[in-house]
């Protein structure tokens, strides 16, 4: 952002963007001036408070950390119906249902064709491995930090997160300022409710 010109930026971040954005909001309290956050609880909550029920829903997080080439192999061998399958879940739908009309044929083929390179998948694994070891590090190191800058958090009323913990109140705890709201939808809240999602963020934003 310094290279772009801004030394002050607002800055919002879905699902492992949100993870990214929750690291900036930490190590760089002085960058931001206003920070959203989209249908994550922290990553070192989820792993500290594991549940047969978190573990169940979260499958892909223990299978994604094991060392390579393992669950690459397994990724890449089903890659079209992994895919399709995160997607209908994460959105709400069942498995066995058809693909929902937020996401078009021709735009699940072009997610599909960037999903099944091996470098893809392998970079997807090491960001899950990231999350259950160095990353969990820096988060315990920092657990007497909060975010600085006001925080809105919007998150899935279909979703796990929703089930398992009081979203508002984790991110409450880990910022000085925080609030947001249950969005009626699922896991691909700019997808799904896209004109919605950005009359929250920019009131927000603008306030």
């Known amino acids: 952002m310094k290279q772009l010109g801004f030394q002050k930026f607002a800055l919002v971040g879905h699902d492992r963007g949100g993870r990214v954005a929750h690291r900036l909001a930490l190590d760089q309290p002085g960058a931001l001036t206003k920070l959203v956050i989209l249908d994550i609880v922290p990553t070192y909550l989820l792993y500290e408070h594991i549940t047969q029920e978190f573990a169940t829903i979260f499958y892909h997080w223990f299978l994604m950390v094991q060392p390579p080439p393992f669950p690459e192999t397994v990724v890449q061998n089903s890659a079209e119906y ?12 069942k498995l066995t249902d058809p693909l929902p009309n937020w996401i078009s044929p021709a735009v699940f083929q072009e997610y599909l064709r960037t999903f099944r390179r091996p470098d893809t998948i392998h970079a997807v ?8 070891s160095i990353d969990l590090a820096h988060d315990k190191a920092d657990l007497d930090k909060k975010i600085q800058c006001p ?3 919007l998150w899935s009323e279909k979703g796990p997160f929703h089930r398992l913990y009081n979203v508002l109140q984790t991110w409450q705890e880990r910022a000085v300022q ?22 929250e963020v920019t009131t927000f934003l603008r306030a």
């Open 151 to 153: 925080l809105l958090v």
């Open 125 to 132: 694994c090491e960001d899950y491995r990231a999350a259950a």
């Open 82 to 93: 992994f895919l399709k399958c995160t997607l209908l879940w994460l959105g709400g739908s």
């Open 178 to 199: 925080a609030r947001g709201k249950a969005m009626p939808t699922g896991h691909f809240l700019p997808e799904q409710m896209p004109e919605e999602l950005t009359q």
